[in-house]
């Protein structure tokens, strides 16, 4: 007679160590949120001390119009990884985002001294 799904499946429960990685797994996770709240923050806290206030309505909703439009760019990338291999991908979107970065920090050297 075969145990029953229930045993073979929580066994692994009573594993002092497999509960010490739950507790890892629950603290990354809520580290995770936190780093990501203080990001946003910190982005929105400077877009708005650096926007005019008769823009600030403007410049926001162009922000907000960004999480809209984030998800287009997963339909060339996943076009692109169907054709090739999916690092390559990442690495050249990860090499088109450095050259953004550095094009904005040569052409807009305000951008540098935001405080």
Same mark, same amino acid.
């Given at each position: 007679?075969?145990?029953? &799904? /229930? &045993?073979?499946?929580?066994? %692994? ?8 990685? #739950? ?9 995770? /949120? ?14 708005? %001390? ?7 309505? /403007? ?7 960004? #999480? ?6 997963? $339909? ?15 690495? $050249? ?5 450095? $050259? ?7 052409? &807009?050297? /305000? ?5």
């Amino acid at each position: 007679m075969t145990p029953s &799904w /229930r &045993w073979t499946t929580f066994d %692994a429960l009573q594993d002092r160590n497999f509960r010490w990685l #739950w507790v890892g797994q629950l603290a990354s996770s809520a580290t995770f /949120r936190m780093e990501s709240v203080a990001c946003m923050v910190t982005d929105n806290t400077l877009l708005q %001390a650096n926007s005019h206030d008769r823009l600030r309505g /403007r410049v926001m909703s162009v922000y907000m119009m960004m #999480w809209g439009l984030m998800s287009l760019g997963t $339909l060339p990338t996943g076009a692109i990884a169907d054709r090739v291999r999916v690092p390559f991908v990442v690495s $050249l979107e990860g090499g088109v985002l450095a $050259l953004i970065f550095l094009g904005v920090g040569w052409l &807009w050297p /305000r951008m540098r001294r935001l405080e």
